[in-house]
T-cell receptor, first 114, second 114 residues
Framework: DTAVSQTPKYLVTQMGNDKSIKCEQNLGHDTMYWYKQDSKKFLKIMFSYNNKELIINETVPNRFSPKSPDKAHLNLHINSLELGDSAVYFC?????????????FGPGTRLTVL | GENVEQHPSTLSVQEGDSAVIKCTYSDSASNYFPWYKQELGKGPQLIIDIRSNVGEKKDQRIAVTLNKTAKHFSLHITETQPEDSAVYFCAASVYGGSQGNLIFGKGTKLSVKP
């Protein structure tokens, strides 16, 4: 069974479009995250949610809007896609919000904006 | 805020040799240091972590050392095998912090040649 799953795995789209990435975890964790990994492999946190509430929102353009319908899901909606949004997006989850709780990552969604 | 520097960016070793990856951090309040391994096409996976109340931790062929005075920590892999080939990330955070915000280094691509 996949612990943290993301759909789709690949997403190719035109500039200006709106797209969503879905994430689900079946670990019973309270906290979920979105990370962006750029072409140089640099991993940077974008958002984190604890019990469906936003707790971290790094300096991410407001074209990115996370939504957590329940503790097991954290979706990422992106409006007006730009070339610079091309990256691999990882969802992750941890048992609690404490830094020392292991973060389990999903397989990633490779977004390509043309 | 915290800044984590990681070196080298690429590392190539012969099978059976040891590999060492080094990281430095800037925030003296950081006291939790995990290491993640990312295989091609997959999400990062925790392989070992250390907290500031210990100077060294070992798990089979993997060990991590921490020097709080110098603010640096290292990953040591002994008897490397081809399956150790991956990108390795160090990270730093404040253990027990309320936000679970890991700051990652830029990664080291390790290649183990048979």
């Amino acid at each position: 069974d996949t612990a943290v799953s993301q759909t789709p795995k690949y997403l190719v789209t035109q500039m200006g479009n709106d797209k969503s990435i879905k994430c689900e975890q079946n670990l019973g964790h309270d906290t979920m995250y979105w990370y962006k990994q750029d072409s140089k492999k640099f991993l940077k946190i974008m958002f984190s949610y604890n019990n469906k509430e936003l707790i971290i929102n790094e300096t991410v353009p407001n074209r990115f809007s996370p939504k957590s319908p329940d503790k097991a899901h954290l979706n990422l909606h992106i409006n007006s896609l730009e070339l610079g949004d091309s990256a691999v997006y990882f969802c992750a989850s941890s048992r609690t919000v404490a830094a020392a709780d292991t973060q389990y990552f999903g397989p990633g969604t490779r977004l390509t904006v043309l | 805020g915290e800044n984590v520097e990681q070196h080298p960016s690429t590392l190539s070793v012969q099978e059976g040799d040891s590999a060492v990856i080094k990281c430095t951090y800037s925030d003296s309040a950081s006291n939790y240091f995990p290491w993640y391994k990312q295989e091609l096409g997959k999400g990062p996976q925790l392989i070992i972590d250390i907290r500031s109340n210990v100077g060294e931790k070992k798990d089979q062929r993997i060990a991590v050392t921490l020097n709080k005075t110098a603010k640096h920590f290292s990953l040591h892999i002994t008897e490397t095998q081809p399956e150790d080939s991956a990108v390795y990330f160090c990270a730093a955070s404040v253990y027990g912090g309320s936000q679970g915000n890991l700051i990652f280094g830029k990664g080291t691509k390790l290649s183990v040649k048979p």
